[in-house]
C-alpha cells in the first residue's frame, strides 16, 4: 500500500539556522510530490511539487526541496529559517497518472519550532 | 481572485443532530476534495468529486457520511446523527484536475460535537 512516511513528529530549530524536513514515499512508481504548510487554525498551503525533471525544485517562501529516487525521498530544506516559518509541515503524494487515483495521501507532519 | 471558501468555519452539533459544511472551489477549478483531519492524527482523504459526479468514495464512511457537488452552487459535506468521534477539521481542496495540477486548500471547518 502507498504510504509517506515523515520520521520527524516535531523539530526545534534556531532562527538563522538551516532546515531539513525529511519524507519518505513507499510507492512502486514515482509519485506526484508535494509539500504543504499549515498554520495554526488555517488550511494547508502548497509549497512546491515535483513531478519530473530537475530534481531540485524551488517553491515559495525560500523553501526547496531535492528528489531522490533511489532513497524513495523528497526531502525539505530552508537555508535560513525565519520566525515565521514556525508552523506544521506536511509532504504528500498522488499516485502516477495512469493508476486513476487523484487522492492525496499525507504523512503525519513535523512541527517546526523556531527558537529566537 | 478567491480561493477555496469554506463555511462556516466553526460548527457546533449535538449529538444526533446533521452538519452540513460547504465548499466552493476556486475560479476555474471543476474538481473537488474533502478531508479530514482528526485530533492527533494526519489528513485523511474522504471523497472526491466533479461537477455532479462522485468519482472516489473510498475515505468517505459507509454511514451516516455524503458528499455532493451540484451543477450549481458548492460541494456538501454531510454528516447525518453526529457522534463525538465525528469532532474535527474537515478540509476541502479543489484543483483541475490533472494530477499534475496540485490542489489548493481552504481554511476548513472545524466541527464540535457536544
Known amino acids: 500500500a502507498q504510504s509517506v512516511t515523515q520520521p520527524d513528529i516535531h523539530i526545534t530549530v534556531s532562527e538563522g539556522a538551516s532546515l531539513e524536513l525529511r519524507c519518505n514515499y513507499s510507492y512502486g512508481a514515482t509519485p506526484y510530490l508535494f509539500w504543504y504548510v499549515q498554520s495554526p487554525g488555517q488550511g494547508l498551503q502548497l509549497l512546491l511539487k515535483?513531478?519530473?525533471?530537475?530534481?531540485l525544485v524551488q517553491g515559495i517562501k525560500g523553501f526547496e526541496a531535492e528528489f531522490k529516487r533511489s532513497q524513495s525521498s523528497f526531502n525539505l530544506r530552508k537555508p535560513s529559517v525565519h520566525w515565521s516559518d514556525a508552523a506544521e509541515y506536511f509532504c504528500?503524494?498522488?499516485?502516477?497518472?495512469?493508476?486513476?487515483?487523484?487522492?492525496?495521501?499525507f504523512g503525519s507532519g513535523t512541527r517546526l519550532q523556531v527558537q529566537p | 481572485n478567491a480561493g477555496v471558501m469554506q463555511n462556516p468555519r466553526h460548527l457546533v452539533r449535538r449529538r444526533g443532530q446533521e452538519a452540513r459544511l460547504r465548499c466552493s472551489p476556486m475560479?476555474?477549478?471543476?474538481?473537488v476534495y474533502w478531508y479530514r483531519q482528526l485530533p492527533e492524527e494526519g489528513l485523511k482523504f474522504m471523497v472526491y468529486?466533479?461537477?455532479?459526479?462522485?468519482?472516489?468514495e473510498s475515505g468517505m464512511p459507509k454511514e451516516r457520511f455524503s458528499a455532493e457537488f451540484p451543477k450549481e452552487g458548492p460541494s456538501i459535506l454531510r454528516i447525518q446523527q453526529v457522534v463525538r468521534g465525528d469532532s474535527a477539521a474537515y478540509f476541502c481542496?479543489?484543483?483541475?484536475?490533472?494530477?499534475?495540477?496540485?490542489?489548493?486548500f481552504g481554511d476548513g471547518t472545524r466541527l464540535s460535537i457536544l
Open positions: 475560479k476555474g477549478h471543476s474538481h
Open positions: 468529486l466533479q461537477k455532479e459526479n462522485i468519482i472516489d
Open positions: 504528500a503524494v498522488v499516485p502516477p497518472m495512469d493508476t486513476g487515483r487523484r487522492a492525496l495521501t
Open positions: 515535483y513531478f519530473s525533471g530537475d530534481t
Open positions: 481542496a479543489s484543483s483541475e484536475g490533472h494530477p499534475n495540477q496540485p490542489q489548493h
